[in-house]
């Protein structure tokens, strides 16, 4: 993902957990069961989940520009170890 769908997925999770926990809470007040806003925020949640975790295509448009990786000189010598003297 780019630092854009980034953003762009936090909003939306943010809208959809947010909807879903004020739809929750009324009809659980409407119908006086707690156990109601709890399902339906943890629909939101799951819905959330699935429309924002995965690398869908509408997070990566402007993906990111990485450096080339420097070629590898040919690996130097590495020091001796001195021996501990007893």
């Given amino acids: 993902q780019d630092y854009d769908g980034q953003r762009?997925?936090?909003?939306?999770?943010?809208?959809?957990?947010t909807l879903?926990?004020?739809?929750?809470?009324?009809?659980?007040?409407?119908i006086q069961q707690f156990s109601q806003t709890v399902y339906i925020l943890g629909a939101g949640f799951v819905l959330a989940a699935i429309v924002t975790v995965?690398?869908?295509?509408?997070?990566?448009?402007?993906?990111?520009?990485w450096q080339k990786p420097?070629?590898?000189?040919?690996?130097?010598e590495q020091?001796?170890?001195?021996?501990?003297k007893k």
């Fill in 70 to 76: 420097r070629p590898e000189n040919e690996p130097s």
């Fill in 20 to 30: 879903f926990g004020v739809v929750g809470l009324v009809w659980g007040y409407i």
């Fill in 54 to 65: 995965p690398p869908w295509p509408m997070y990566r448009r402007k993906p990111l520009q």
């Fill in 79 to 84: 020091p001796s170890k001195s021996k501990k």
């Fill in 8 to 17: 762009r997925a936090e909003k939306l999770s943010r809208i959809i957990i």
